[in-house]
């Protein structure tokens, strides 16, 4: 399973846990398993087109995801965080 890295400010929906493991073999895939254990979190992440929302980085490994498609292992860590904005 693929270590997931949720941002505070969906923890409301994964029951306050911040680190979660996930069944899958892309981003994609994760996000639908975590969807399914904790509904309405994947759409807090992508959009209906399943692009990441503006406002929302997933980072695999360290490296930026520019898609949910990329490919995921078991032993890989995926971080999403929250753009901060302000003004």
Same mark, same amino acid.
Request: no cysteine; hydrophobic share 40%.
């Given at each position: 399973?693929?270590?997931?890295? %949720?941002?505070?400010? $969906?923890?409301?929906?994964?029951?306050?846990?911040? =680190?979660?493991?996930?069944?899958?073999?892309? %981003?994609?895939?994760?996000?639908?398993?975590?969807?399914? =254990?904790? !509904?309405?979190?994947? @759409?807090?992440?992508?959009?209906?087109?399943?692009? %990441?929302?503006?406002?929302? =980085? %997933?980072?695999?490994?360290?490296? =930026?995801?520019?898609?949910?498609?990329?490919?995921?292992? !078991?032993?890989?860590?995926? $971080?999403? @965080?929250?753009?901060?904005?302000?003004?």
């Amino acid at each position: 399973m693929t270590a997931v890295f %949720i941002p505070s400010q $969906l923890t409301s929906y994964t029951d306050g846990v911040s =680190r979660l493991t996930a069944a899958g073999d892309s %981003i994609a895939e994760v996000l639908d398993d975590l969807d399914r =254990r904790f !509904p309405g979190l994947k @759409f807090r992440v992508v959009d209906e087109q399943d692009r %990441i929302r503006r406002h929302m =980085r %997933i980072f695999r490994n360290g490296d =930026r995801a520019p898609n949910i498609a990329l490919p995921v292992a !078991p032993t890989d860590e995926v $971080l999403i @965080f929250g753009a901060l904005s302000g003004g």
